[in-house]
């Protein structure tokens, strides 16, 4: 198959889901199991998956770290989840969702807002106790360490201190912070630093200044979080960064956002006009949208999940959660009624085993 087949045929010759031709359009979006609507649709045999020995490894866990949640509070952005999170939820809802090993981070706006000094300390600070929670537990936990971003020096020294002292298993980072996308200039020495040592990169998305508060009662996570994930997606690719930078891992929460729906453009407009007509083919910018993870946080339901194995391999979807903000346990049977069990296995476990090693021996 040519490319020039589009990504439409791409797996064409797959078929998912054998249960969605009977089940609701509101079941499909995820609305079974939160609106407490009994899953007659879906096999019991599958929905036993949840139930063996924990195995997942959830790459969308977060945490909150005391000196950081006391940062957030200040700053006047906390949440009752972030604030009534603590270590016993967290394997609770591990074991209700077979999740054997969370790699965690805190969540938006990690230190963005706090001056640099402040930001720094936090950041150190959190890194330090998400690493003590993973020696306290063993095999149960992991770390993407939080940077100081947008300062670069701070972040550099952090980065050192991160893989060199700590061994954490990757860098977790906002989308954007505050006026500025991740394929900014700005933040080069960045990633120069994480693709000499091959770093996995998780990214989650934020409320950019531009759109914060855009729409009257609207909540940034409804809508704002997929589109600036996709803004920084088509920012990391069209500045060159990804391009430049091979060695690096991304992960992009909630499969990518709002990706599968703005993929056409990226593929086909973007790389047809000026000013990246001469510098990107869609094979490029294809390859580099084929490479990259994405979790399924978010998504585990058969509507974005179909498009998002149209777009990218199996082997670049990993499983997450978005905890405590949502549970693993909606999203392993979410995912467990789409996938075949041999992508299953791969999307729960062994895709992430790639980014992470050191597991493999838990
Ligand atoms: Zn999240």
Sequence with gaps: MTKSQGNGARNSNRHYCTSCTSVTRREALGGGAALGIAATFFGLGRNAAAQSKPHRIDVHHHISPPTWLDAVKSLKKDNPPMVNWSVQKSIEDMEKGGVATAITSPTTPQVTG????????????????????????????????????????????????????????????????????????????????????????????????????????????????????????????????????????????????????FAERFLVQAVSRPPYKDKFTREIVDGEIRRFYYDTAQIANPVTLSALVQLVPISQIVYGTDFPYRHAADHTKGCTDFFKADDLSKIDRENALRLFPRLSAA
Excluded at 127 to 133: D, F, G, Q, V
Excluded at 138 to 159: Q, V, Y
Excluded at 249 to 260: E, K, P, Q, R
Aim: aromatic content about 12%; glycine content about 8%.
């Design 114 to 261: 706090l001056d640099k000094a402040t930001a720094a300390r936090v950041a150190r600070e959190a890194n330090e106790y998400a690493k003590r929670l993973q020696t306290d537990h063993p095999g149960r936990f992991g770390t993407f360490a939080m940077l100081p971003l947008p300062h670069i020096d701070e972040s550099l020294k952090e980065i050192a201190y991160a893989f060199d002292t700590l061994k954490v298993d990757g860098i977790g980072c906002m989308t954007s912070y505050g006026d500025k996308w991740l394929g900014y200039a700005e933040f080069e020495p960045v990633w120069e630093e994480l693709n000499r040592r091959k770093a996995t990169v998780y990214t989650h998305p934020t409320g950019a200044n531009c759109c914060v508060n855009l729409v009257r009662g609207i909540d940034e996570a409804y809508i704002e979080y997929g589109t600036d994930t996709v803004r920084s997606i088509f920012s990391v690719i069209f500045s060159g960064t990804a391009q430049k930078y091979k060695d690096i891992n991304w992960i992009w929460s909630h499969g990518g956002g709002a990706l599968t729906a």
